[in-house]
Nanobody
């Protein structure tokens, strides 16, 4: 399974940006996907997660109400709609996927890096003031 993240770039404070993550490889099967982000000198942190079936999603407190995670199962693509961005949202954003053989878990349970088996290469988001 390969994950290709895209959509990063420079955006002004208060603006919007949509990240995409396309999954490819052997027949893609996942029990959930998520977005994480990392800034220099800091550990990678959880942003949002969603189950691959249904609408169950979970967000980090700092992005709740501003970011929306979604997916298009037919296209095997994960999205992160970012709105009202702030300077602290500047980071490299990574998408991740859980293997379909993983045990059932709701979105709030898959907010840890260890819950994921596949990672994208990251896309840089820079918020300018």
């Amino acid at each position: 399974v390969q994950l290709q993240a895209s959509g990063g770039g420079m955006v002004q404070v208060g603006g919007s940006l949509r990240l995409s993550c396309a999954a490819s490889g052997r027949t893609f099967s996942s029990s959930g996907m998520g977005w994480f982000r990392q800034t220099p000198g800091k550990e990678r942190e959880f942003v949002a997660a969603i189950r691959w079936r249904g609408s169950n999603a979970h967000y980090a407190d700092g992005v709740k109400g501003r970011f929306t995670i979604s997916r298009d199962n037919a296209k095997n693509t994960l999205y992160l709609q970012m709105t009202r961005v702030q300077p602290e949202d500047t980071a490299v954003y990574y998408c991740a996927a859980r293997d379909g053989n993983r045990a059932y878990a709701i979105a709030s349970q898959i907010r840890f890096e260890g819950e994921y088996d596949y990672w994208g290469q990251g896309t840089l988001v820079t918020v300018s003031s």
